[in-house]
């Protein structure tokens, strides 16, 4: 019904940059809230950021000043511009997005992406 495809996910050195970015498709009335979570080995999920649709923002504390996270309702689409990037951003990174379905527009259900790897290492 509802799928994010996530793309920008590598290797990169400590204080190098990479944007994540994630499209959503499928039977989509309007999406709520977007957002990016990761999983580092052996860690539990940890939210990193989520934008609602009115563009309010809320980051994980240690990201904060270092990533941004923005969308483009027109394209379903969520980024995350991840600048000075540090050994312990290492993980892979969800996207996540709160949907209301065409067929179902009073239901909202929750959706995963697949995985993007990030590595940060020299």
């Known amino acids: 019904q509802v799928q994010l495809e996530e793309s920008g996910g590598g290797l990169v050195q400590p204080g190098g940059s990479l944007r994540l970015s994630c499209a959503a498709s499928?039977?989509?009335?309007?999406?709520?809230?977007m957002g990016w979570y990761r999983q580092a080995p052996g860690k539990e999920r940890e939210l990193v950021a989520v934008i609602t649709s009115g563009d309010t923002t809320n980051y994980a504390e240690s990201v904060k000043g270092r990533f941004t996270i923005s969308r483009d309702n027109a394209k379903n689409t969520v980024y995350l511009q991840m600048n000075s990037l540090k050994p312990e951003d290492t993980a892979v990174y969800y996207c996540?997005?709160?949907?209301?379905?065409?067929?179902?527009?009073?239901?909202?259900?929750?959706?995963w992406g697949q995985g993007t790897q990030v590595t940060v290492s020299s």
């Open positions: 499928g039977s989509i009335f309007s999406i709520n809230a």
């Open positions: 996540n997005a709160d949907v209301r379905l065409l067929r179902f527009p009073s239901v909202r259900g929750e959706y």
